[in-house]
């Protein structure tokens, strides 16, 4: 029977090789018809999409590959301690707030109450994102004016009271019945920047800032993240992308770093380590990128991902890629991976175990971002 299936299977190839290459073997014969269908592969795995889903079924094999071999890695339960959630109330001046602080607080007061920064790296509007969270846990950002005033603030985890009562749970329906109607532009001098609104997210002109209110696609379209922006420091950017400098892409780099593992954390996954040498490889794919114009995880040599850390002797027993181009900054570019299936199931693998960021910027400005995950 099962030689029967053999022969079924071969004459199926062959009148399938036949349809479409039967007249190039009445001409060329057998010689012929190998140059065409190494032509036709040629073709059909330069085209954009074929490559990108290519790369992803790499991907997956690597990660399946190891997960038969290490079954002890899977599932591993996270061994960092749950940390309280604080106790949040109304806001009292703004419509919204974060963990309790509001646009316009003093630093003095955010410390007081959550204690000292974990981090603090330049953004897009020229100051810095100033990150508190332990264990990135009740995982916040805030941006200070000159003053040390509160100018920006942004999270992705249950920490958000409003006076209209929208919280991490509120669905985009609530979120558009309760406000007005979201901007289609930012003006900016004399031009006019629109703002995208795609469905998976919406900014809102409130209180005299921008508020955007991000929806996970893959959750009912609740709201899974906030950043406010007060529009003194929306105006200090002058252009739609911040001004390229090393600060800024170190800023990118760690910021993107963070947002990851406070999503992880959120969704109770341990949380991954900054691997340095790994930075190297993922900083020179978002510079190739931005240098030579193009979007892919195979390099114009034709170097997938895992090609490029062998080649940077970075060894590993799985791997992975994200890559993103074309957003502001770190955290739209973290929500929209987030809002990308594969992307997103890469980001809370448990499996994995650490992670670097490379980011490169174009010639107008724009940023390429490249996260590589990796389980040495």
């Given at each position: 029977m099962s030689k029967?299936?053999?022969?079924?299977?071969?004459?199926?190839?062959?009148?399938?090789?036949?349809?479409?290459?039967?007249?190039?073997?009445?001409?060329?014969?057998?010689?012929?018809?190998?140059?065409?269908?190494?032509s036709d592969f040629h073709n059909f795995t330069q085209n954009p999409k074929v490559s990108s889903i290519m790369d992803t079924v790499k991907q997956e094999i690597h990660l399946l590959y190891n997960q038969l071999t290490?079954?002890?890695?899977?599932?591993?339960?996270?061994?960092?301690?749950?940390?309280?959630?604080?106790?949040?109330?109304?806001?009292?001046?703004?419509?919204?707030?974060?963990?309790?602080?509001?646009?316009?607080?003093?630093?003095?007061?955010?410390?007081?109450?959550?204690?000292?920064?974990?981090?603090?790296?330049?953004?897009e509007y020229g100051v810095d994102w100033v990150t508190y969270h332990e264990n990135y846990q009740n995982f916040f950002m805030a941006s200070y004016d000159d003053h040390d005033q509160v100018v920006g603030?942004?999270?992705?985890?249950?920490?958000?009271?409003?006076?209209?009562?929208?919280?991490?749970?509120?669905?985009?329906?609530?979120?558009?019945?309760?406000?007005?109607?979201?901007?289609?532009?930012?003006?900016?001098?004399?031009?006019n920047y629109q703002v995208e609104n795609t469905g998976d997210y919406h900014t809102f002109q409130i209180d005299q800032?921008?508020?955007?209110?991000?929806?996970?696609?893959?959750?009912?379209?609740?709201?899974?993240?906030?950043?406010?922006?007060?529009?003194?420091?929306?105006?200090?950017?002058?252009?739609?992308?911040?001004?390229?400098?090393?600060l800024l892409k170190e800023g990118f780099e760690y910021q993107l770093f963070d947002l990851t593992n406070a999503a992880r954390a959120k969704y109770g996954i341990p949380t991954l380590t900054w691997d340095e040498a790994v930075r190297t490889t993922a900083q020179d794919h978002s510079k190739d990128m931005a240098e030579n114009n193009y979007f892919s995880?195979?390099?114009?040599?034709?170097?997938?991902?895992?090609?490029?850390?062998?080649?940077?002797?970075?060894?590993?027993?799985?791997?992975?890629?994200?890559?993103?181009?074309?957003?502001?900054?770190s955290i739209f570019a973290h929500e929209g991976l987030m809002n990308s299936y594969g992307h997103r199931e890469n980001k809370l693998k448990e499996e994995f175990t650490s992670l670097a960021v490379g980011v490169g910027f174009g010639t107008d400005d724009q940023p390429y971002f490249t996260e590589n995950y990796i389980t040495r």
């Open positions: 029967l299936r053999k022969l079924i299977f071969l004459l199926l190839i062959a009148g399938t090789l036949w349809h479409f290459y039967g007249e190039t073997y009445q001409q060329s014969g057998v010689q012929g018809v190998i140059s065409d269908v190494q290490d079954n002890e890695q899977d599932n591993k339960p996270s061994d960092e301690p749950n940390i309280e959630k604080p106790e949040l109330d109304t806001p009292s001046e703004q419509t919204f707030s974060i963990h309790n602080v509001e646009i316009g607080d003093s630093r003095s007061q955010v410390e007081e109450q959550v204690g000292p920064p974990q981090r603090s790296s330049l953004n603030l942004y999270t992705n985890q249950d920490l958000i009271t409003s006076t209209q009562g929208i919280t991490l749970d509120s669905s985009k329906e609530t979120v558009l019945t309760t406000f007005d109607e979201p901007l289609r532009s930012i003006r900016k001098g004399f031009v800032n921008y508020v955007t209110i991000f929806y996970d696609k893959h959750d009912n379209h609740l709201v899974s993240a906030i950043q406010i922006i007060h529009e003194d420091l929306e105006n200090q950017k002058e252009k739609f992308y911040g001004k390229p400098s090393d995880h195979n390099n114009l040599e034709g170097q997938s991902p895992f090609d490029r850390m062998t080649e940077d002797n970075i060894e590993y027993r799985m791997a992975g890629e994200n890559l993103a181009a074309g957003q502001t900054s």
